[in-house]
């Protein structure tokens, strides 16, 4: 079976190290089942186009069931020899079923078959990752429910800025979820179309019907080019993109998790199950995980790169630079889906520790701005409360307190208009609950905000 199926024009074998060197079989062989759902497509195509007996077409589908099976034996004889999936395929077809196994390639090229087996192997990954993504911002909603009234720091520029609830937070993170959810839905809808009867660049002189195989393998259309059909990788590039953006937003998430869980911050505990230990520092409990993702977002943002420069000088059509999209793409998913899983499952073993939370919150001066809020309601423009305030806390910082704790008489000799009152504006669940909009950070809101959340995963 190892006769090279192209082998008619040749009078000298291949190199031993080239045939090694241009061989895909060893990673494509990933693609077979799909392959022969494609080769499945084609061959009742033909058949209704009367290009095949149907006893032909029953032996090629009777065949390629029988390969499928013997490949999830692992009970397929792949040979390097025999280059990709798609050889390997055919040939062993051909010797088990004879004649007919021949007939399967008319009107189609490897390049149409390549381009579709990709296609449809991303669009299932492309559904295992959403659904991943759905599982992860259910448990963000979950987390942010248990934790909607718990009290932090929030930050810009890494200083404290204004209380927050930890489950706005959560919540913060579900909406970069729910964008990249959508990128993969618009990358999956541009992908459906069907490259099959491109042939090899220019479509073939068989009377085909690309219309029928499309639908047989739940595309939408035809790609509507020949020359493009073989020759467009944008889907990949594309959902290395989606991919790039999601890892981003996972390491942002790692940066946190990893921040919060220290002993300075001690806001959250991970489970000791996502956590492992050190070699020599018997104390120590370290944030593996995360700190693996944020890291594992680096080789998903090198394969961007990397197939938008496979891509970037290819004349049309195929070329075998396209052989080299299959590593990155594969290693992209394997690593994506890891990360969405290993995160879904963290994330609802996260213990907050609002007490240590509550204390950080206390410190910096969080409740800063509602103090000049409160001025602004007592009739003073914002630019002279933000002045006053400014010096309060000048004050406080030189006797190491917090605004709360300087006193009414103190706090009036910056504005006469502060009252007694004041002291409601300056708690932490004070200021919490009065940023209470659409979309802000008061717990009422939070629960608004799960409610919708929770709509949008149903
Ligand atoms: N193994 C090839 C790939 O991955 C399949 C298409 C090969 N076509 C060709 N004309 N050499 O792209």
């Not at 189609?108 to 659904?131: F, G, H, K």
């Not at 930890?166 to 579900?174: E, K, R, V």
């Not at 937003?249 to 919060?260: F, G």
């Amino acid at each position: 079976t190892d006769k090279k199926l192209w082998a008619g024009r040749f009078n000298q074998p291949t190199d031993a190290f080239v045939e090694a060197f241009t061989a895909s079989v060893e990673f494509d062989q990933r693609l077979a089942d799909y392959d022969i759902q494609g080769s499945i497509a084609h061959a009742t195509m033909l058949a209704k186009q009367g290009m095949l007996s149907e006893k032909e077409r029953d032996a090629i589908i009777g065949g390629l069931e029988r390969i499928r099976q013997r490949i999830a034996n692992g009970d397929f004889p792949w040979s390097v020899a025999l280059e990709d999936v798609h050889m390997n395929i055919e040939a062993v077809l051909t010797e088990d079923i004879g004649d007919a196994g021949k007939k399967l390639h008319t009107g189609r090229s490897r390049n149409d078959q390549v381009a579709t087996d990709v296609r449809l192997w991303l669009r299932d990954e492309i559904a295992a990752i959403q659904a991943e993504i759905r599982r992860f911002q259910l448990a963000l909603v979950e987390l942010a429910e248990r934790e909607a009234d718990t009290i932090l720091p929030g930050f810009t520029h890494l200083q404290t800025a204004q209380p927050v609830t930890f489950g706005h937070h959560m919540l913060a993170w579900f909406e970069m979820l729910q964008r990249d959810h959508g990128r993969f839905e618009d990358c999956a809808r541009r992908m459906n179309q069907c490259p099959l009867g491109a042939a090899a660049l220019a479509g073939t002189t068989y009377p085909i019907d690309r219309e029928y195989s499309a639908e047989l393998l739940g595309f939408d259309a035809p790609c509507a080019n020949s020359l493009d059909a073989v020759s467009d990788r944008d889907f990949a590039i594309e959902f290395s993109a989606a991919a790039s953006i999601l890892m981003m937003h996972l390491s942002r998430m790692s940066e946190e998790l990893i921040i919060w869980s220290s002993a300075q911050f001690g806001f959250i505990t991970l489970s000791d199950s996502f956590c492992t230990g050190s070699s020599i520092m018997p104390q120590k409990k370290n944030p593996d995980v995360p700190e693996l993702v944020r890291g594992k977002s680096g080789r998903v943002f090198g394969h961007l790169m990397g197939l938008l420069t496979l891509m970037k000088s290819q004349p049309l059509a195929y070329n075998k630079d396209n052989q080299e999209d299959k590593e990155p793409l594969f290693d992209t998913v394997d690593n994506l889906k890891g990360c969405l899983k290993v995160f879904a499952d963290m994330v609802p073993e996260i213990t907050c520790n609002a007490e240590a939370m509550r204390q950080a919150a206390l410190k910096g001066f969080a409740t800063a701005t509602d103090l000049a809020d409160y001025l602004v309601r007592k009739g003073i423009p914002f630019r002279d409360a933000h002045e006053v305030v400014g010096k309060a806390v000048a004050l406080c910082v030189q006797r190491n307190c917090d605004l709360a704790d300087l006193s009414l008489e103190e706090l009036r000799a910056f504005s006469p208009a502060i009252g007694n009152d004041v002291f409601d504006y300056l708690t932490l669940e004070g200021s919490v609950a009065a940023r209470n909009h659409t979309g802000g950070t008061a717990p009422e809101q939070v629960r608004k905000a799960i409610a919708r959340a929770r709509g949008l995963l149903a």
